[in-house]
């Protein structure tokens, strides 16, 4: 009553909830598989030691005070360079913008093109699209994609929601699903926009992409990251995209992201961010930019790295696999990349032994916490209906002997539950 209408719409985390009754059993003395936060445990996944050192003698040359509110120079000539060698795009200095990891970006982005009830399009299952949907005053079009397509969106699928959208918010690898998109499926939808903007007059906004890749460099076996502008370089004034260090080198706390796009955009993203103040700190910056030129580094860190979460992945997908060759109806789709597993485990409706009916998603996450000591995420908390039976799994917050000790647990819970009568 006595706070704005904007605080009143904004919802909490559904994670953060499961997260807390996680931590609640943990606290008396449980064993549970954290599968839920899209996080790392620290000591499982630390940062690089080079970054370490970098900050370390940042702050030892008094990097501490305010830093530029578009970003330190020497990080955004590493950005541009790091763009141009890994995507082979030309983005200058002056059209790449740092923030304190990239979520500050998204609602500088959302800031920066979206009025009051705009219409923003999204795929559902994503990630926190309804949040800076809540922040603008937008309207919101969810568009649900299917299994078949691993949870990516097609063309076909969004074509009918475009007219007249301002944003369509995209992102390859997908938290939640740890699927990407083909080259088609891409190339489809950049098609769409392009013909959306033909059909636009001057006067009328146009329609924008935001392209969130913060995935991009944890991909597995052959699979290749496409991205807008490298498809359709045409789109290059109507693409930004969100990127940054806290996945690729498990630097969530670090906080440093950029975005990158047309400067008319970018130039405003500076303004809506300095306001906010959402700068990453100095130290941090300078000790990136560094670390993004130390090439050997870099690829050291993330081959192995990358190896490490691919393990936990593709063992929680071989268990899921078992389970399912054992008679369970589960299914799990091939990681992909990110740090994600989607299983599916189809047991709504059914009845625990202690009598209640298992309705929705999260009802089936709080007894396998208990029963199975696995902590998942489901989909609905990441926009789908409650009743979906898919849901995530990230593997950062957890060891492989972690997994590897809940799985057979996952097969004794779902055996106990029973056709309700
Ligand atoms: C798809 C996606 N984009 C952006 C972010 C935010 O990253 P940061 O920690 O850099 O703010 C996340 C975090 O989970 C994410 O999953």
């Known amino acids: 009553m006595n ?14 909830k499961i997260s807390g009754e996680i931590n609640a059993l943990k ?10 936060i899209g996080d790392f445990d620290s000591n499982i996944f630390p ?9 370390m003698e940042a702050y030892g040359s008094n990097q501490t005070n305010y830093p530029p509110a578009e970003g330190v120079v020497s990080l955004r ?13 030309d983005y200058s200095a002056k059209e790449i913008q740092v923030s304190g990891g990239s979520r500050p970006l998204i609602y500088g982005l959302y800031m ?23 922040f603008t005053g937008a309207t919101d079009v969810p ?21 007249g959208a301002t944003l369509l918010a995209l992102c390859s690898p997908l938290n939640p699903t740890g699927t990407m998109f ?12 392009i013909e959306e903007n033909k059909s636009r007059s001057a006067s009328e906004k146009p329609l924008y992409i935001m392209y969130d890749q913060i995935y991009s460099q944890l991909t597995f076996g052959g699979q290749v990251h496409y991205n807008p502008v490298s498809l359709r370089p045409e789109l290059k004034d109507r693409v930004v995209y969100i990127d940054g260090i806290s996945k690729c080198l498990a630097a969530t706390g670090v906080r440093v992201g950029w975005a990158f796009g047309p400067e008319h955009v970018i130039s405003k993203m500076k303004t809506i961010i300095g306001h906010v103040g959402a700068w990453s700190p100095k130290a941090e910056q300078v000790a990136t930019g560094k670390f993004l030129t130390q090439t050997a580094d870099w690829n050291e860190f993330l081959t192995s790295f990358k190896g490490k979460v691919q393990k936990s992945l593709d063992t929680l997908y071989q268990g899921f696999q078992k389970l399912k060759a054992d008679g369970f109806a589960v299914d799990a789709i091939q990681p992909m990349g990110a740090i994600y597993l989607t299983i599916q485990i189809d047991y709504l409706g059914k009845k625990t032994p202690a009598g209640e009916v298992l309705k929705t998603g999260a009802d089936l996450v709080f007894y396998l916490i208990n029963e199975a000591g696995m902590g998942i995420v489901p989909f609905s908390a990441f926009g789908t209906d409650p009743g979906m039976n898919w849901f995530r799994a990230s593997v950062g917050g957890c060891s492989l002997q972690d ?16 056709v309700e009568s």
Not at 47 to 54: A, E, R, V, Y
Not at 112 to 134: F, K, M
């Open 3 to 16: 706070i704005s209408k904007i605080a009143n719409t904004l919802e909490g985390s559904e994670i953060i």
């Open 27 to 36: 606290a008396q003395g449980q064993k549970i598989a954290n599968l839920t």
């Open 47 to 55: 940062i690089p030691g080079k970054l370490t050192d970098n900050i």
């Open 77 to 89: 000539d590493s950005v541009s360079a790091f763009i141009k060698s890994h995507f082979n795009l």
């Open 112 to 134: 920066a093109l979206v009025d009051p009830g705009d219409r923003v399009v999204y795929p559902t299952p994503s990630w926190n699209n309804n949040h800076y949907c809540r």
């Open 143 to 163: 568009v649900q994609t299917s299994a078949a397509n691993n949870f990516m969106p097609k063309a076909s699928e969004i074509k009918p929601y475009l007219k």
């Open 182 to 193: 083909s080259k088609e499926d891409l190339e489809e939808i950049c098609d769409l926009v």
């Open 403 to 418: 997994i590897e000790e809940m799985l057979p647990k996952v097969g004794e819970a779902l055996a106990k539950l029973k």
